[in-house]
């Protein structure tokens, strides 16, 4: 069974950039496709992007054209690069693994624990 962590969330000022680590161990994560969700107060969890073991990527119209998702395959590490950061991008941030992709949480099968980003006006 696949675990993994998430880091590298922290406060930053609007219009920033912060890069996001999901470390995967238990598995290659290869085997999985990977997904990045938020979640602001009193919402539920939101698509951010996803990125399959076999290069696809996807981006919900939020974070299209200001994150990426890249991968360092020794490392088993998948990062979300944010730029331009917004105050409406304020959430705990999510990645997760499963056998699918998509823009449903339930797509999912192992998520990590959250990293919190705070963009300050």
């Known amino acids: 069974q696949v675990q993994l962590v998430e880091s590298g969330g922290g406060s930053v000022q609007a219009g920033d950039s912060l890069r996001l680590s999901c470390a995967a161990s238990g598995a290659p994560f290869r085997s999985y496709n990977m997904g990045w969700f938020r979640q602001a107060p009193g919402k539920g969890r939101a698509f951010v992007g996803s990125?399959?073991?076999?290069?696809?990527?996807e981006y919900d119209d939020s974070a299209k054209g200001r994150f990426t998702i890249s991968r360092n395959n020794d490392k088993n590490t998948v990062y979300l690069q944010m730029n331009s950061l917004r105050p409406e991008d304020t959430a705990v941030y999510y990645c997760?693994?499963?056998?699918?992709?998509?823009?449903?949480?339930?797509?999912?099968?192992?998520w990590g624990q959250g990293t919190q980003v705070t963009v300050s006006s």
């Open positions: 990125f399959t073991w076999n290069s696809i990527s």
């Open positions: 997760a693994a499963g056998p699918g992709t998509g823009r449903s949480p339930g797509s999912y099968t192992v």
